[in-house]
């Protein structure tokens, strides 16, 4: 499966933005998809998964509340909006696809976008 993630920009803090996350090619492999992000000189973290059901819904701690995933099936397309941002949210935003529940677990991702650069001002 192909993933093309965009939506990325510079936003001020306490702005919103929405990602999204479109797939091609084996969807059937789209079972869970999930956002990662990776600041600089920071290792890669989980930030949300959400099922090809739309739930169960993850959230890492940091972005509980102001973060929400979502995904439309008829057009293989996984959203991450993101509320009240904040600058250390700042970083490339990275989906991803699993052919099952993977949750956090990154290594359970088999297929990964290109990565959109998020910005935050303060």
């Known amino acids: 499966v192909q993933l093309q993630a965009s939506g990325g920009g510079l936003v001020q803090a306490g702005g919103s933005l929405r990602l999204s996350c479109a797939a091609s090619?084996?969807?059937?492999?789209?079972?869970?998809m999930g956002w990662f992000r990776r600041a600089p000189g920071k290792e890669r973290e989980f930030v949300g998964a959400?099922?090809?059901?739309?739930?169960?819904?993850l959230y890492a701690d940091s972005v509980t509340g102001r973060f929400t995933i979502s995904r439309d099936n008829v057009k293989h397309t996984v959203y991450l909006q993101m509320n009240d941002l904040k600058p250390e949210d700042a970083a490339v935003y990275y989906c991803?696809?699993?052919?099952?529940?993977?949750?956090?677990?990154?290594?359970?991702?088999?297929?990964w976008g290109q990565g959109t650069q998020v910005t935050v001002s303060s």
């Open positions: 959400v099922t090809y059901s739309g739930g169960p819904l």
């Open positions: 991803a696809s699993s052919s099952w529940w993977s949750g956090s677990y990154s290594g359970g991702y088999g297929s």
């Open positions: 090619g084996r969807t059937e492999d789209t079972f869970g």
